[in-house]
């Protein structure tokens, strides 16, 4: 197995804004695998200092080391597990650099074997495609009474909303989408304490059902607290990232855990964080990295498979909607409602193939 990679800072069509960051170019690590057959396969992981502690630069370090360490000679995924099991501190370290090789691994060994990502990993392939949710950051007020004008026209009213911390425009802007379907809120970590995010979150109570990361990360007391003051549903983002996290959970409050497979290391990772959080009971939102390509698309159409009927949202597939070009000759895109579409599913593998510009990079 031959491993390449590179990052491709892809220029956003429009600047995104949160309370965590903006930004208006894709921030990744792209791997291209190609056996000695001549199957290829594609990985990306979107490293984020805030979620995980990595950064573009560390999770491009990361790979040549795990060269090294013998990762290109793994040759199914039996010995892909064993590697992992062996290595679990440093991809914890570097999961999103993680994720980027272990699904151009992933991806050419279900192309030799002939079957599907589904059906490599045993998800059911027969499962429906989700719904993609609107995702409106916090910018400008002309962006987003335009995008709420336009995803509501587009029969997209299941809404997840960037709060900024201004509780009059966040009010009025969480009442409208409210007027359309439900809403759930993500504060990206913004309150300090869980008074101050009760006080907050006081006035959108009445137009939202759900809450993600109001406080800092991993303040399992403080998140309990809201959601029994608030009775809002806790989102974990940045407070789950590893299968222990989960167990870190205080009792009270319902929780849904937002499942990114950049986040947790690779699709190996994400679900077996699925399987934990569907055994306590959890919902799940599949979500995803801004300025994600079609290739963690993919891999997040997986994902959102495996979480079955306790799948109640998903945040992919905005590919080049968002970004002006994509890293793969086809894409995982929506259509009205939010109807994922893609010609790759039911294919071998991923069934994307690389844009001639990623595989001259990663040659």
Sequence with gaps: MRLGFASFPFPFRTRFEQAAAARDVAENVIVVAEDEAGHVGLGEGCPREYVTGETQQSALAALPRWQAAGLERVDGLTALET????????IDANPSAFAAAELALLDVFARREGVSLEQLLQVDETAALPRVSAVYGTGSDTKFWSQAARFNLYGMRDAKLKVSGDAARDRARAR???????????ANNLWKSA???CEALRELRGHAWAVEEPLAARDFVGLAAVGTRTRLTIVLDESATHVADLSRVETGPHYILNARVSKHGGLLRTLAMIRAARARGFGLIVGAQVGETSILARAALVAARAAGDALVGFEGAYG???LERDATTASVGFGFGGRVTAAAIGRLGSGLAPTDEVRRACA
């Design 83 to 90: 590697w992992m099991a062996e290595r679990a501190a440093e």
């Design 176 to 186: 409208a989408l409210a007027c359309f379907g439900r809403v759930r809120v993500d």
């Design 195 to 197: 008074s101050e995010a």
């Design 320 to 322: 080049l909607r968002l």
